[in-house]
């Protein structure tokens, strides 16, 4: 499962521009039959997709996929060459909402109804990796077959040597209640080694309050919020008080590791644990992600969000694959990896999780999964690792920190925004083009 990905656009130099529509060129689809699919590294080996290139070149007879897994870093940055180079794959992960907003991704929205399937069947969380500005219901470009998400999980024994309720699988703890349970679980110690931590404190989890506000365009008065400056104070207070584990430990083993070997009470897992942890016999259960004070119950989810080019030079057998992972994909996708599928109602009508505790309670979590606030990518002044340093290594206060990252970010955001309005496909084309002019060695090099 991929977690927390951040939309960016990388530069290359012309030359790999001239490869990809040269002699990648089958690749992109331009000198060969076969249906090409680009993608990046999902972390289960790719063993999802490939089941579906099996199951769906069974119905289909004489087609053939290719798929090419890209690294990561890179993925975003082939995508963009082959693009302008007017030679894309026929079918792709849509990790860039630019795609979309400027015409180079089609729209599926009419598809998804001939093919039986609503929006409303879909998790809205994940679903809105889909859309131009997180909203499915304006339209969809991309459709995902698994279910990921950002959970707590917490040690049974822990919670019951130290008379602790269990959180509740469908509403979220606030800051408050869960450094309370951590203090509570936790057992320091003078020897790191022996040290027994209460819970985790990630810094990631900060950025799930709307920051930005409920439009997405201010920063002021919500980066910079009272509420979320107490819950700073309170995140960075347990890693002082070794009540959390800092950036010190860490850096030598993660949460994970310490939650299998009965050394935290609670801590985030993006599910991909899970087989660590039952191996471990550890006995657990799984609640959503702690939030500010009066902010709504919130689940962080994601999905691959699988979609089709205007310029695919297979358009028919691009939406027929993509009509099977709306649809047949859902069931395998649960056959080929523990994950649930993106569909809800899929899940249900398959019992997802009924012989399995685990997978029954993940997705019960998750069905507190919606929509973040939309914000175009590009405003980087917010830092919440920044300032969990600065409160815990420097021992500044949390408020005037804030205070000052709003101000700044403010005039980012403001920014990204004109440049989000302004874009079109024009734009983006000579943005490309500057970046792979930027990243050419200079003569002689």
């Known amino acids: ?12 130099p012309i030359v790999v521009a001239v490869l990809l529509s040269g002699c990648f060129g089958g690749r992109g689809g331009g000198t060969t039959n076969a249906i ?39 993925y975003q940055t082939k995508v963009n060459t082959a693009l302008v180079a007017h030679d894309p794959p026929d079918v792709a992960i849509i990790e860039n909402r630019d795609w979309m907003k400027v015409g180079y991704v089609k ?21 809105s990796r889909g859309a131009v500005e997180a909203n499915p219901k304006d339209g969809v470009y991309g459709i995902g077959t698994f279910l990921g998400g950002n959970v707590l999980a ?6 019951d040597a130290a008379g602790v309720p269990y959180p509740s699988a469908d509403t979220s703890m606030t800051y408050q209640q869960y450094a309370d349970i951590c203090r509570k679980l936790a057992k320091p110690d003078p020897d790191p080694a022996k040290n027994i931590y209460g819970c985790s404190m990630p810094d990631f989890s900060f950025g799930f309050y709307p920051i930005y506000g409920a439009d997405g365009k201010k920063a002021e008065g919500n980066m910079n ?23 010190s430990v860490l850096d030598t083993v993660s949460e994970s590791d310490l939650f299998a070997q009965g050394k935290i009470g609670i801590t985030w897992t993006d599910f991909s644990a899970v087989p660590t942890y039952e191996e471990s016999k550890i006995g657990f259960g799984l609640a959503p992600l702690f939030v500010v004070k009066g902010q709504k119950d919130f689940v962080d989810t994601w999905t691959a969000s699988w979609g089709t080019f205007t310029e695919s030079k297979h358009p028919d057998d691009a939406l027929s694959f993509l009509k099977f992972l709306a649809t047949d994909g859902q069931n395998l996708q649960m056959q080929a990896t523990a994950d649930p599928p993106l569909s809800t109602k899929v899940a249900q009508e398959a019992a997802y999780g009924k012989d399995d505790p685990i997978k029954e309670e993940f997705l019960r979590v998750l069905q507190n999964a919606r929509a973040g606030t939309f914000t175009p990518p590009g405003e980087d002044v917010w830092d919440p690792a920044e300032v969990l340093r600065l409160l815990t290594v420097e021992k500044q206060e949390a408020q005037p920190v804030l205070d000052q990252m709003a101000a700044d970010a403010q005039a980012s955001l403001d920014q990204v925004w004109v440049n989000w309005e302004k874009l079109d496909k024009s734009q983006f084309e000579k943005q490309v083009k500057e970046e792979q002019a930027q990243a050419s060695p200079s003569p002689g090099e």
């Open 36 to 74: 090409s699919v680009w993608m990046f590294p999902q972390g289960d080996d790719e063993v999802a997709i490939h089941a579906f290139e099996k199951a769906w070149e069974k119905q289909n007879p004489g087609k053939d996929l290719k798929i090419v897994v890209y690294p990561e870093d890179q």
């Open 154 to 159: 917490y040690n049974k024994k822990m919670f």
């Open 107 to 127: 729209e599926l929205t009419s598809q998804l109804k001939d093919w039986g399937v609503s929006i409303d069947d879909f998790n809205p969380g994940g679903l």
């Open 1 to 12: 499962m991929q977690a927390r990905r951040q939309l960016r656009t990388a530069g290359v």
């Open 225 to 247: 919020s009272p509420d979320l400056a107490e819950a700073f104070t309170l995140g960075a207070g347990l890693i002082n008080d070794k009540l959390a584990p800092g950036t």
